[in-house]
């Protein structure tokens, strides 16, 4: 049997590709080293502080091991269990590093073991055996509750040598901190995931949309994901080869589901199709996201709007898709529906409404049904806008459901890349007969101001908006990606 022929993925009718990793390639898994600190000063003069520090440390091990790949190698209190730990993070290959002090201990003993793992992102857990001070603590308690003594010496070190770490505050059984030390971890694990990362993209950014407008190399290197160009023949050549069949038996589906105003099943079939070559599309080069261009670019061309088929791409095979040619926004839906375990929605700043004290979104994107409070709510409707479709197109009409959500996107301005976010509160508000998804947002700050503070920090036109609160600060902010 003759080795199959191996190609570039834009010889489209090639089976096996040079250029595109075909096993699934995505590495999901971090592991966290966690540094265990106390001083061997102390054990000769308190001999039974040892014991009492090793078994606080050990809770802590215990606690961080429910919830992430732990590696505690000992508890480091001389130079050569620095040494060994430092060894062992370098074999476990630890993608960040807990430094949780059980006593002060000095900064050169620390920095052994982080010379060793210098690019892995640092947290300082300050934390202590309670939430007060006792009135009967003896000296070896406080050495015991020594480690912000030790913590912000090193920080002072961090500061002077201009290295970065973040910092988590609490009692070694307070479980909020170990709720923001989770987020950290899930975070790294979403930065170090987005490295492993194909993108499609069929066209380019709606033009004039400078807004959105992205450099690869900086994408790669700041954000991690490949974009990767899908041509317009590899989609048409799959989109040709689209059973007809298929398409009407799932936009029966469509409409026995949903009710229905303005459209035809016919309506329907074109839109399910085009979705089926889109999915047929991701499948062939191993995508992990898809970005494309509708209007003039795949409307006029295949007869249909691009927006029903990617809705049903991201419901039915959990696949992220944004329209228009924001790659910023794919990137930034992609890590809230990790975060949160729920399907974004790519929308557009609309309108302030005081009386609610919130922010009309109107959609131009693509969204789930899950988005809406029931499938009641959902109605198959006309596309509200025609860019060269037959027929009259097809899209959701629906309004998000009450509930928090977060807003976001990305921004690369002239000082590098910057991610807004922002809180609120998706409320009861009647869907508007838009045919269009959109939402209704309560803010905390009056809403005018909001408007005002977001055009003044600047940010894209479109917004993601995921259900379930992340946990970044509330309202507005524009955040620095270094």
Request: glycine share 8%; aromatic share 12%.
């Given at each position: 049997m003759s080795k199959p022929k191996i190609t570039s993925f834009e010889a489209s009718n090639?089976?096996?590709?040079?250029?595109?990793?075909?096993s699934n390639h995505k590495n999901n898994n971090i592991k966290?080293?966690?540094?265990?600190?106390?001083?061997?000063?102390?054990?000769?003069?308190?001999?039974?502080?040892?014991?009492?520090?090793?078994?606080?440390?050990?809770?802590?091990?215990?606690?961080?091991?429910?919830?992430?790949?732990?590696?505690?190698?000992?508890?480091?209190d001389t130079l050569d269990a620095a040494e060994l730990a430092g060894n062992k993070f370098v074999q476990e290959k630890i993608d960040l590093i807990v430094i949780a002090e059980g006593t002060y201990l000095p900064d050169f003993i620390v920095l052994h073991v982080l010379d060793k793992i210098r690019h892995v992102p640092v947290i300082f857990f300050n934390t202590q055996t309670g939430a007060d001070v006792s009135p009967f603590d003896d000296y070896p308690a406080t050495m015991r509750n020594s480690a912000l003594i030790g913590l912000s010496q090193l920080s002072g070190t961090f500061r002077k040598t201009d290295r970065k770490y973040d910092v988590v505050v609490g009692e070694i059984s307070d479980e909020n901190a170990y709720s923001i030390l989770k987020k950290h971890i899930q975070s790294v694990r979403i930065a170090k995931k987005l490295t492993s990362y194909n993108i499609g993209i069929i066209g380019h950014v709606f033009r004039g949309m400078y807004d959105l407008e992205y450099d690869r190399s900086k994408i790669r290197g700041f954000l991690g994901p490949e974009i990767i160009s899908i041509q317009m023949e590899h989609l048409i050549d799959?989109?040709?080869?689209?059973?007809?069949?298929?398409?009407?038996?799932?936009?029966?589906?469509?409409?026995?589901?949903?009710?229905?105003?303005?459209?035809?099943?016919?309506?329907?079939?074109?839109?399910?199709?085009?979705?089926l070559a889109m999915k047929e599309i991701v499948r062939k080069f191993n995508l992990d996201a898809l970005c494309f261009l509708g209007q003039h670019y795949i409307e006029k061309v295949t007869g249909a709007p691009a927006r029903l088929g990617a809705s049903i791409l991201m419901e039915k095979e959990n696949i992220t898709v944004a329209c228009e040619g924001d790659i910023g926004g794919l990137i930034m839906m992609e890590m809230m529906k990790d975060l949160t375990g729920n399907i974004p929605l790519q929308a557009e700043w609309g309108q302030f409404d005081k009386k609610n004290n919130a922010i009309f979104l109107l959609g131009h994107g693509i969204a789930t049904p899950e988005m809406a409070s029931s499938d009641k709510s959902v109605t198959l409707t006309r596309s509200p806008e025609e860019w060269g479709f037959k027929?009259?197109?097809?899209?959701?009409?629906?309004?998000?459901?009450?509930?928090?959500?977060?807003?976001?996107?990305?921004?690369?301005?002239?000082?590098?890349?910057?991610?807004?976010?922002?809180?609120?509160?998706?409320?009861?508000?009647?869907?508007?007969p838009c045919d269009e998804i959109h939402a209704m947002i309560k803010v905390e700050t009056p809403v005018e101001s909001y408007i005002r503070n977001v055009l003044e920090t600047g940010t894209a036109h479109h917004v993601i908006v995921v259900q379930f609160t992340v946990p970044y600060r509330k309202n507005y902010r524009s955040y620095p990606i270094e």
């Open positions: 090639a089976q096996s590709f040079g250029d595109i990793i075909s966290v080293g966690l540094l265990g600190c106390g001083y061997f000063e102390y054990w000769r003069m308190y001999p039974a502080l040892e014991k009492k520090v090793a078994g606080d440390l050990r809770k802590i091990q215990k606690r961080l091991s429910s919830f992430c790949d732990l590696v505690y190698p000992c508890m480091v799959i989109w040709k080869s689209v059973s007809e069949k298929t398409a009407k038996a799932e936009a029966a589906k469509l409409f026995a589901r949903f009710k229905s105003k303005h459209v035809t099943i016919d309506d329907a079939v074109r839109s399910v199709r085009l979705g027929g009259n197109g097809i899209n959701y009409e629906l309004i998000m459901k009450p509930g928090p959500v977060t807003m976001g996107h990305f921004l690369h301005t002239a000082n590098g890349w910057r991610m807004f976010i922002s809180e609120g509160e998706a409320i009861e508000f009647p869907c508007l």
